[in-house]
């Protein structure tokens, strides 16, 4: 699980930088595509090319175009429709897709690891239940579609390692991720791209530096090997972790007026979650 704390805490700096600097200024379409490229340049030149199967390749490709490519720029549309709370708020139905989805695959239902990821999505709700609009249901269908593909992918690509094991290591098969990603961001930003909303300052080519190299490269390859060693409950309650991480980071740095009762609150019951998924889930127990 240490792997999923350390992407945690790298993608809660990633959010603050995106709402402080790129959020309304640069493109969203081209704001995806250059994490994907860069994300798919780092891994490049670690592609093994040779001796991996093309069903594994494939695979990794669809994990990719669904948990970064649909996701981001689902994400990003949703904002159109939605005020920032509301899109917070409903990001914490994550885990719970992640529990279904891992059901689904292994054919079984698991209601200790639903529940918990339950929990944990009540811990979120806490946190960041601030009120509805009268018009979010586009806004929140593309949202929905964001969360899934993000659960699907992260699911997917762990159950695709399992079944599929290679003497390979994993950062040999990752530019496939990557690449399946572009498959999606490339046409999008061609077709729905404004190159007007290009970025300006020295200070917006680095933050997408960073986010493309950092936040996506190694956080997307890190937070996915992390997946694949700890069971869906836990996944799925790492999830939500990013709710009071983004804030905690947002307040210290940027002084955001935030709740800080809601914020204890709320991630005292998702840190419960995780305590009750490791105490009463068989597989958490060997997994963690």
């Not at 704390?5 to 790298?10: I, K, P």
């Not at 991630?267 to 889930?281: D, P, Q, T, W």
């Amino acid at each position: 699980m240490a792997l999923l704390v350390f992407v945690t805490v790298l993608w809660a700096f990633s959010f603050s930088l995106i709402g402080e600097y790129l959020a309304g200024q640069v493109d969203s379409d081209f704001a995806v595509l250059s994490r994907v490229v860069l994300g798919a340049l780092a891994f490049l030149p670690l592609t093994r090319w040779r001796g991996v199967p093309g069903r594994l390749q494939l695979g990794i490709m669809v994990t990719g175009a669904l948990q970064f490519g649909v996701t981001y720029l689902c994400l990003y549309r949703s904002f159109s429709y939605l005020t920032v709370p509301e899109v917070l708020l409903f990001t914490i139905f994550t885990p719970l897709y992640v529990t279904l989805i891992d059901d689904a695959f292994n054919r079984r239902f698991s209601p200790v690891a639903l529940l918990a990821a339950a929990v944990a999505t009540l811990g979120a709700g806490i946190i960041r239940y601030d009120g509805l609009s009268d018009s979010f249901i586009t806004g929140f269908l593309l949202l929905q579609l964001a969360n899934f593909t993000f659960a699907a992918g992260q699911v997917g690509y762990k159950h695709l390692m399992r079944d599929n094991p290679l003497t390979l290591p994993a950062y040999r098969t990752f530019g496939y991720f990557f690449f399946g990603a572009l498959v999606i961001a490339g046409p999008s930003f061609l077709i729905f791209g404004d190159p007007t909303r290009m970025p300006t300052t020295g200070t917006q080519w680095g933050i997408l530096v960073w986010l493309g190299l950092a936040a996506s490269g190694l956080g997307m390859y890190l937070w996915n090997r992390g997946a694949c060693l700890v069971d869906a409950g836990t996944l799925g309650i790492m999830n939500n972790m990013l709710v009071p991480a983004g804030l905690l980071v947002n307040l210290v740095i940027w002084n955001r007026d935030a709740d800080l009762l809601r914020l204890g609150v709320g991630g005292s019951v998702i840190v419960l979650s995780l305590v009750l998924n490791a105490r009463y889930h068989p597989r958490a127990r060997l997994a963690v």
